[in-house]
């Protein structure tokens, strides 16, 4: 396996999925099993779908009633992963009766699909169509290689898979009772952003599939406030989606959302009114410099400007502008909030209606009154807000 990866400038290990792992566990009791204990490997070499060939250790191999049963242990590399160190089983065991079929089931610790728009169809094992394959495949080639014509199924299991799949976000795609067995190339690179981003992704797919035509997109958890608050938790589609607001966004049109409501800290939006649809701080910043151009276009003084500037916090840059009047700070609000909007509105190519809502730790709601939001409530949910609360007046 080619073992290292070079992440900005640092050399990082790779590590194999929990597809791979799977595969590797099937692979090695379907050659015990057939070879009738004359094979028994220590180690697997599996081509990963991304072409690459891992080579997984066995932990155990022994036999289970008529099955022989195989463990390995998963290895995420350098990538931080709850999964990592856990035990990937697989029980093989002959289908005589049924020549040439293989059956993958989920066994203990892998996940139930319990709602729609997953990779897998409701009531299924959470085993992803691609490790699925891999799995098939080992199982096929185990038995044209030892001459076997009868079927073989695999049971794979993980036996912590419920109590690490409470540190996931399966409770919240509907997947219950324990991991999924994912992968897409095999190969786990580390400190990839891609898995978060993939996960945003599919939480949109199952809104859509849901039904929600509104979206609602947060940063962090102020969205979920927000609609809370309201009493509209229950009644709207919501997505966290961390950074990634640019893919999230492209993810809602691509999947024909009519329009989509993003809410959250004003430090997080105030980056999309500049242009940054990652908002992470390793893309940049302009937090201050953004607020003060939307301060001169509402008529700030130069020495307001220069403060604004000198801020460190957009918490210190809202002290500041509240100094203006009422009426020339909502113009600041609706212009920072315009911008937001221009942006979301051109980066999806105009496929959807775009709204934001703006919030501050010490002074909550911004731009109180934005009718682009009532009329977003009202078209996704059928009814206003309740009257959005203030903090620090």
Avoid at 67 to 92: E, H, M, Q, W, Y
Avoid at 103 to 115: F, H, S
Avoid at 183 to 201: C, F, H
Avoid at 271 to 292: C, F, I, P, Q, W
Wanted: neutral net charge.
């Amino acid at each position: 396996m080619e073992g290292y990866a070079e992440k900005e400038g640092r050399r990082l290990r790779r590590g194999y999925t929990t597809g791979t792992c799977a595969a590797a566990a099937a692979c090695a009791a379907a050659r015990f099993l057939l070879s009738r204990g004359q094979c028994s490997p220590h180690e697997v070499p599996i081509l990963t779908p991304g072409g690459i060939e891992a080579r997984i250790p066995v932990e155990e191999l022994r036999r289970e009633g008529s099955g022989i049963f195989c463990s390995v242990r998963k290895d995420s590399g350098d990538d931080p992963d709850v999964t990592d160190g856990a035990l990937v089983c697989a029980l093989v065991r002959k289908l005589a009766d049924r020549p040439g079929t293989v059956v993958v089931e989920g066994g203990t610790g892998i996940g139930r699909v319990t709602k729609p728009g997953l990779a897998c169809k409701v009531g299924e094992a959470a085993i992803n169509p691609v490790p699925r394959r891999m799995i098939e495949e080992e199982l096929h080639k185990a038995a044209e290689h030892f001459g076997y014509e009868g079927g073989l199924t695999a049971e794979i299991s993980i036996p912590e898979g419920e109590a690490l799949a409470e540190k996931t976000f399966n409770p919240k795609l509907g997947i219950i009772g324990g991991l999924s067995i994912l992968g897409t190339s095999g190969i786990v690179e580390p400190m990839s952003e891609q898995a978060l981003i993939d996960t945003v992704k599919l939480e949109i797919n199952m809104k859509k599939a849901a039904g929600a035509e509104y979206l609602v997109l947060t940063p962090g958890n102020y969205g979920e406030t927000f609609l809370k608050e309201r009493g509209l938790a229950e009644k709207l589609h919501y997505v966290k989606c961390s950074n990634f607001i640019g893919e999230a966004l492209s993810c809602a049109a691509e999947r024909g959302f009519k329009g989509v409501l993003l809410v959250g800290h004003i430090g997080k939006l105030v980056k999309v009114a500049a242009g940054m649809m990652n908002t992470h701080s390793k893309y940049g910043d302009g937090r201050m410099e953004t607020l003060a151009e939307h301060a001169v276009l509402a008529g700030a003084s130069p020495e307001t400007v220069r403060r604004l500037k000198a801020c460190v916090t957009t918490e210190d840059a809202i002290s500041v502008i509240k100094g203006y009047s009422p009426q020339a700070e909502a113009a600041i609000w609706q212009s920072l909030l315009a911008r937001i909007r221009e942006n979301m509105e051109r980066w999806t190519e105009y496929r959807l209606d775009a709204e934001a809502m703006l919030y501050s730790n010490q002074y909550g709601y911004l731009a109180e009154k934005t009718a682009g939001v009532e009329r977003f409530l009202l078209r996704a949910c059928g009814e206003a807000p309740c009257k959005y609360k203030r903090r620090g007046r």
